[in-house]
T-cell receptor, first 114, second 110 residues
Framework: GAGVSQSPRYKVAKRGQDVALRCDPI?????LFWYQQALGQGPEFLTY????????KSGLPSDRFFAERPEGSVSTLKIQRTQQEDSAVYLC????????????FGPGTRLTVT | GQQLNQSPQSMFIQEGEDVSMNCTSS?????WLWYKQDPGEGPVLLIA?????ELTSNGRLTAQFGITRKDSFLNISASIPSDVGIYFC??????????FGDGTTLTVKP
């Protein structure tokens, strides 16, 4: 069946540009998560939605990072005025219910800021 | 914040050997999960553990939730070349945010 999809798979941005990364969760999955994975490290939590409600945004590194999920399905992670330290793989995951611990990941978007 | 220490950082083993890796934390978790990540892909869930002391298997993989709730172990028996990849542990206090370790990179020599 269809898994979590993310687009674009690769994005190169010049420093200072804004970027938008899209996540399509598994159909019917209530919860959606964004993680940032730096090279050679494990994923780090950014934010979490249950349906359209953003329940936890404690991991967003600065106010340049903004995520939304307006209809409780597709989500967009936006990064304004990108900096070199934003270069990383951005992973999206979804889970079936709000009470489910098992998260299913997409392939990620590799962002390179030059 | 919470940090997970995974060891070893990397392993080079011969095909057919058994593998053990572990994950420790300075604080407790209520759930432990083990993932495998291949290059250019997202992590894939291998095993989820929900109770202290629990031992769970998935084919050649066996994982345990430590009794102190601060550690977990993953064993792979009779390794094969497709076991190559990065293995991550993750802990959760409640359904939602996962805290990940930095991974164990496994190389299997045929």
């Amino acid at each position: 069946g269809a898994g979590v999809s993310q687009s674009p798979r690769y994005k190169v941005a010049k420093r200072g540009q804004d970027v938008a990364l899209r996540c399509d969760p598994i159909s019917g999955h209530v919860s959606l998560f964004w993680y940032q994975q730096a090279l050679g490290q494990g994923p780090e939590f950014l934010t979490y939605f249950q349906n359209e409600a953003q329940l936890d945004k404690s991991g967003l590194p600065s106010d340049r990072f903004f995520a939304e999920r307006p209809e409780g399905s597709v989500s967009t992670l936006k990064i304004q005025r990108t900096q070199q330290e934003d270069s990383a793989v951005y992973l999206c995951a979804s889970s079936l219910t709000g009470g489910s611990y098992e998260q299913y990941f997409g392939p990620g978007t590799r962002l390179t800021v030059t | 914040g919470q940090q997970l220490n995974q060891s070893p950082q990397s392993m080079f083993i011969q095909e057919g050997e058994d593998v053990s890796m572990n994950c420790t934390s300075s604080s407790i978790f209520n759930t432990w999960l083990w993932y495998k990540q291949d290059p250019g892909e997202g992590p894939v869930l291998l095993i989820a553990l929900y109770k202290a002391g629990e031992l769970t298997s998935n084919g050649r993989l066996t994982a345990q939730f430590g009794i102190t709730r601060k550690d977990s172990f993953l064993n792979i028996s009779a390794s094969i070349p497709s076991d190559v990849g990065i293995y991550f542990c993750a802990g959760q206090l409640s359904a939602g945010k996962s805290t990940f370790g930095d991974g164990t990179t496994l190389t299997v020599k045929p």
